[in-house]
């Protein structure tokens, strides 16, 4: 059975960081592309960052705007999103997906499998 299990959110002050975890099950990581994406309230669901199965390579929205970073521990069987700078606009609940097919566009659209989401809240 195709499993992805978030963990890692919490409460956070601005400027924190947190690290947060996506362990599959069922399938191999590195045969697959991993996406983080994230759905505030009253927003609709955006992608944060991907990981692309074909060559490994990494995609960032713009908002990330350098503080974040997505990593794969294939031994591990683990994709993590290290979130650093945290302000207030990155409250959200935060999702990982995964396909075994071409990603194209970073479109939630793209993956087949999806995690049930850890709550990031960043406030004073």
């Known amino acids: 059975q195709v499993q992805l299990v978030e963990s890692g959110g919490g409460l956070v002050q601005p400027g924190g960081s947190l690290r947060l975890s996506c362990a599959a099950s069922g399938f191999t990581l590195n045969y697959h592309g991993i996406g983080w994406f994230r759905h505030a309230p009253g927003k609709a669901r955006e992608g944060v960052a991907r990981?692309?199965?074909?060559?490994?390579?990494?995609h960032y929205a713009d908002f990330v705007e350098g503080r974040f970073t997505i990593s794969s521990e294939n031994a591990k069987n683990t994709v993590y999103l290290q979130m650093n700078s945290l302000t207030p606009e990155d409250t959200a609940d935060y999702y990982c997906?995964?396909?075994?097919?071409?990603?194209?566009?970073?479109?939630?659209?793209?993956?087949?499998?999806w995690g049930q989401g850890t709550a990031v809240t960043v406030s004073a």
């Open positions: 997906a995964g396909t075994s097919g071409a990603v194209r566009y970073g479109s939630q659209y793209e993956y087949d499998y």
């Open positions: 990981i692309e199965r074909r060559d490994g390579s990494t």
